[in-house]
């Protein structure tokens, strides 16, 4: 409900949008990609906060997540989605379905390629769905840090023969290079109008919603390869005292063996996870923080259309 909430307000905000001087643009750009192409990185580079949360595993964003860069010249809301990879269950197909929808809704399509000249199944899937679309698409070749120039070159030949892009720019959202060109190419493709949001707004998420990202993060790069596309994060209270902030939160899984995996010897893996999550979250909340962490077991909660939904993810949201 709250994704489709999002798209109706999105939808709502397009067309009241009134025009003033000329001189600013307010608009609304996706990032697109496969999964792990560094999507969430660019996103949080950009504004210069984290929103979205990252790691070294594909399929980290599973929601349409929403965030707010505004400078002179204007402002861009940026919808990071997740990575458009093939669907292995339910929870996949709503993933997917957030990423393809949201090509319809905006005002500029970024796509996100790593510097390969391998042009696989993926990608040509990707470059199927942008060739139906009328928006602008912008080919964003991030990683540059990671190859020679010449090596950059040969990837920008070998992509505009797939699609006629409206601009190339190559990128490193590691180290921020060539974010401040691509600003400014992203502005171009804009409308001319008020901005949507304050200039103090860096996203619309739900304090909730990123505590449990923040934590399903830790997890990520704490568990083994097999368990964390099958975990959850919900948050079961937040307190707010004086001077720290209470918060319960349960991580769900769909096995108990992986329950045990989770807590481990003696609940040093639940410590962990818990002792590298404070910190993000009372950076977010601005306070200290009492972090209680569970876990419960919800077998093949990623094939239930009412677990999904308890979880965040409805699919209605998708389709």
């Known amino acids: 409900m709250e994704q489709l909430q999002q798209q109706e307000n999105l939808q709502e905000l397009k067309t009241v949008k009134t025009q003033n001087n000329g001189q600013q643009r307010s608009g609304f750009a996706t990032l697109i990609g496969r999964p792990n192409v560094g999507k969430s990185t660019l996103m949080n580079k950009i504004i210069g906060q984290k929103i979205a949360i990252t790691s070294n595993k594909p399929q980290t964003t599973r929601n349409r997540i929403q965030t ?11 919808l990071d989605t997740p990575g458009i990879h093939k669907a292995k269950n339910k929870l996949g197909n709503y993933m997917v379905g957030i990423a393809e929808r ?19 199944a993926g990608e040509r899937h990707i470059v199927e769905q942008l060739a139906k679309t009328k928006t602008p698409v912008i080919l964003v070749i991030n990683k540059i840090d990671t190859v020679k ?20 720019i190559p990128v490193s959202a590691l180290n921020g290079y060539g974010t401040d060109d691509l600003i400014s190419c992203i502005m171009k493709y804009l409308p001319v109008g008020m901005p949507f949001y304050d200039e103090d707004t860096v996203t619309d998420q739900p304090i909730r919603q990123i505590v449990s990202e923040l934590i399903r993060e830790k997890a990520l790069r704490c568990l083994e390869d097999e368990i964390p596309h099958g975990i959850a994060v919900t948050i079961e209270s937040m307190n707010y005292r004086k001077h720290i902030v209470d918060i319960e939160a349960t991580i769900i899984c769909e096995r108990e063996s992986h329950k045990g995996i989770i807590i481990g010897k003696q609940g040093q893996m639940l410590k962990k996870i818990g002792s590298l999550a404070r910190p993000d979250i009372e950076e977010l909340v601005e306070s200290k923080v009492n972090l209680k962490l569970w876990v419960k077991v919800k077998k093949d909660w990623r094939d239930s259309d009412f677990l999904l939904k308890n979880f965040g993810y409805n699919p209605k949201d998708s389709e």
Request: glycine letters at 4%.
């Open 102 to 120: 949201t090509l319809a809704d905006v005002d500029v399509v970024l796509w996100l390629v790593e510097p390969s000249c391998f042009i696989g």
């Open 149 to 168: 120039k010449e090596e950059i070159l040969a990837v920008i030949d070998t992509y505009r023969k797939q699609l006629d892009f409206a601009e190339i």
């Open 68 to 78: 707010v860069y505004t400078s002179e010249e204007g402002q861009i809301v940026f």
